[in-house]
């Protein structure tokens, strides 16, 4: 019997039945979702996995599952499960520490997604498979390669537009993980596509270099979301940075006692208790 594409499938599932989870329990939402404060102040790292399972809305969700399973039954069957699993879940936590390092001054950042081990799973494909054809229901089939260029651009403008909280910065650290990790385990086939792999490996590396280097480049205006408000909403959005910071001490000194701060957080208390009389 061929299994081929079962994992892809139990995969898919999860995503599934932990995002319409969400959907309904926003306390489940919270508790998953991926948080850069819970991560660094209260070592939740399990949320590097957890978040990778769910989505922000119904769209979100189902375009990543289809995304998912137009790529991973040729992986899976070529390179096997194991393999597969090692690029899936490795695109996803790399593709999350990258978030977490991008914002790790921004404890309030969140996000979602699976997107970070779907384009893991996309570039490893691309890269062993240039040539094969993507299509949705047998309609409209483009080059992998294509649609692997086109799904980098969605993340691109994510990224730069910031609509919404879908971990867009964690795409293309997985995309490059993926690569990575394809070319390891698979290295005569990666040799064999190399100009295809360095034409889309290039500009990811170059995006990832503006992104850590010069994020002030990608803060833009667009029509549908305004990035830079006047004084008060800079003023508000502030406030609640630093009333989210001071939850957070407060909770790890409920949690862990006060001796468990840094000497960052101590100052950030006193601050805050000075502001506060």
Not at 20 to 42: C, P, S, T
Not at 70 to 79: I, N, R
Not at 97 to 105: A, T
């Amino acid at each position: 019997m061929n299994n081929t594409g079962m994992i892809s499938l139990a995969i898919a599932l999860a995503n599934f039945i932990f995002s319409i989870k969400g959907f309904k329990d926003r306390a489940f939402f919270d508790k998953y979702a991926f948080r850069v404060e819970r991560i660094l102040l209260f070592k939740e790292y399990r949320r590097l996995v957890t978040s990778g399972f769910l989505h922000v809305n119904w769209q979100h969700l189902i375009f990543n599952m289809l995304s998912l399973l137009a790529f991973s039954w040729l992986l899976e069957a070529d390179l096997g499960a194991g393999a597969f699993l090692l690029i899936y879940f490795g695109s996803l936590i790399g593709g999350d520490l990258l978030s977490l390092f991008i914002h790790r001054h921004a404890g309030d950042y969140s996000s979602v997604g699976a997107s970070g081990a779907i384009c893991g799973v996309i570039f490893a494909c691309i890269a062993l498979f240039p040539g094969m054809e993507v299509s949705f229901f047998g309609l409209l089939a483009i080059p992998g390669w294509l649609y692997g260029i086109l799904y980098t651009g969605y993340a691109i403008y994510g990224i730069t537009s910031r609509r919404d909280n879908i971990g867009h910065d964690a795409h293309l650290g997985g995309a490059l993980v993926g690569m990575g990790l394809a070319a390891i385990i698979a290295p005569q086939a990666m040799l064999a596509n190399l100009a295809t792999c360095i034409t889309i490996m290039v500009p990811c590396i170059f995006f990832m270099y503006i992104i850590i280097s010069k994020p002030h480049v990608l803060l833009v205006d667009n029509f549908f979301h305004k990035q830079h408000g006047d004084i008060d909403d800079r003023y508000v959005f502030e406030r609640a940075n630093r009333q989210k910071e001071l939850d957070a001490i407060l909770e790890k000194i409920h949690q862990k006692g006060i001796n468990s701060l840094s000497k960052a957080e101590r100052e950030k208390l006193e601050r805050y208790s000075q502001q506060i009389n």
